[in-house]
């Protein structure tokens, strides 16, 4: 059976439902395999767009071989192959007791499973972290090599150094072999044990070290780029019909996965980034008017300065991506500025790296893009460190402005306790998945439970901060800024 026929229901019914009544109409919403174009949609409006069949999960064949994790958690630890609990996509009471959601989207819950697809004494793993550097990339590393090793036995681990360009024989990078003692205290320490790349390889090739190493899953570990690719390298898997498993585990200091409640690394992002807040707020209680800005990550998604800024409580302005960011006027950043001066003669702001990308246009209009094809951002903390400086000159008041761009020590922090538990569980759900024959999936956490989410959809949508719901509300009623500026 090739590996795509073969698919787990994502429909739950629930027929007594149907007599209740509807609160509100749920408005018709463009087919969801269609792309679409605005990126900032609300959570509601990005569910609404998804059917049952967008969250079917491959699987490369039947299950024959009883798990060894069955004798030491238990069959009641398990799930049964094919009957696994599910979990609402949507789980707001409008949307149950709707007419049309009779039979509704659900995920499948990401645990072990009774019986597995791989003979694990037969099975060779790979492993794989790439682009940019996140907390918690080595405890996940960590933890797929101590659940494969002791729950399942599996005895041949490899981890490609480098990102995808390990997965490329031209360049030469050797695989690494990965056992226990290797990766016993790997956890300490921030990074990736593997070394990571950025840019895109050429699926064909990718596929051609798997083959020739014999892998029965490869288990990937990057943000939405990475995980675009790993779907490529599913597609070539099957043109080859090779049964390999693949399995995405999402990193991203963004947070910006969609249909995931957090990325691992996130909340070891944000507790950093609150130091250097407080760091700020000092250095602007120690002049008059003093300012203190800090710019964080955040290329589209506002998520790490929205969550340091609530942590800290001490920012004044919180500038983000998703909310446009217009400085002159009266109901500009800058006249708002003024008035937070004029009462209390100091500020914090907290800047998103993306927020404002209009004001850092290059000359000539000509943009850029890394080695992934990502735009190349322009600096928004010189661009509004200067304009902020300048007009203040202008007006003949004399203002102390301090700048902290703490992006590169924030990413490379190790794992918070707190981390360190989800990535963990992360781990050994991803080895739970792998072992039970899926593909072409990701381990993500939703209504805060572990599932099983396909990576076409995790990929379609950008996750971004809704600034009509709760995190932007709250952000707005803590620093007391406007909901929006201009």
């Not at 703490?406 to 989800?422: E, G, L, N, T």
């Amino acid at each position: 059976m090739e590996p795509s026929r073969l698919r787990t229901s994502a429909v739950t019914t629930l027929p007594h439902l149907e007599s209740l009544a509807v609160p509100e109409a749920i408005p018709d919403t463009p087919t969801a395999g269609t792309p679409d174009s605005a990126e900032n949609l609300t959570v509601p409006e990005r569910t609404a767009r998804v059917e049952a069949s967008d969250l079917e999960i491959k699987n490369l064949g039947p299950c024959r071989y009883e798990s060894p994790v069955a004798t030491r958690l238990g069959q009641a630890a398990m799930h049964h192959v094919g009957r696994a609990e599910r979990l609402l996509l949507d789980d707001r009471f409008s949307r149950v007791v709707s007419e049309r959601a009779s039979a509704l989207p659900t995920f499948e819950l990401a645990g072990p499973r009774n019986r597995i697809f791989f003979d694990p004494t037969q099975l060779r793993c790979g492993i794989v972290t790439c682009g940019g550097l996140c907390p918690g990339i080595n405890n996940v590393v960590r933890g797929l090599v101590l659940e494969l090793t002791h729950a399942y036995g599996v005895k041949e681990i490899v981890g490609f150094r480098y990102g995808f360009e390990g997965m490329v024989a031209r360049f030469g990078h050797a695989p690494l072999r990965l056992g226990p003692e290797l990766v016993a205290s790997i956890h300490h320490q921030g990074g990736t044990l593997l070394g990571s790349s950025r840019g895109g390889q050429d699926p064909r090739e990718m596929v051609d070290t798997i083959e020739a190493l014999g892998l029965g899953a490869l288990f990937v570990i990057g943000g939405d780029g990475t995980l675009k690719a790993a779907t490529k390298i599913v597609a070539e898997l099957e043109r080859r019909k090779l049964q390999v498993a693949v399995i995405g585990i999402p990193k991203t200091i963004d947070n910006d996965i969609h249909f995931i409640d957090r990325s691992f690394g996130f909340e070891s992002a944000f507790a950093a980034a609150v130091e250097a807040i407080r760091s700020a707020h000092v250095e602007a209680n120690g002049a008059r008017n003093g300012i203190g800005m800090v710019k964080l990550m955040g290329r589209h998604s506002g998520f790490i300065a929205c969550h340091a800024a609530l942590a800290a409580t001490d920012a004044n302005f919180v500038l983000i991506p998703e909310v446009p960011l217009r400085l002159d006027g009266e109901h500009g950043f800058l006249r708002a500025l003024e008035k937070r001066l004029e009462h209390r003669a100091h500020a914090v702001i907290v800047v998103a790296e993306g927020a404002g990308q209009d004001l850092c246009a290059p000359a000539g209009g000509a943009a850029r893009t890394d080695a992934s094809g990502n735009a190349r951002l322009g600096d928004i903390g010189h661009v509004l460190r200067d304009r902020i400086n300048e007009h203040f000159r202008a007006r003949g008041t004399e203002i102390t402005l301090k700048y902290i761009d703490p992006s590169y020590q924030i990413r490379s922090v190790p794992a918070s306790p707190a981390d360190s538990v989800f990535c963990w569980n992360m781990a050994r759900n991803a080895v739970h998945a792998a072992m039970a024959g899926n593909t072409e999936m990701l381990i993500g956490r939703w209504h805060n439970r572990f599932v099983h989410v396909p990576l076409p959809l995790a990929t379609r949508f950008r996750k971004q901060v809704d600034v009509k719901e709760d995190l932007w509300m709250s952000v707005v009623e803590a620093t007391g800024q406007p909901v929006a500026f201009g």
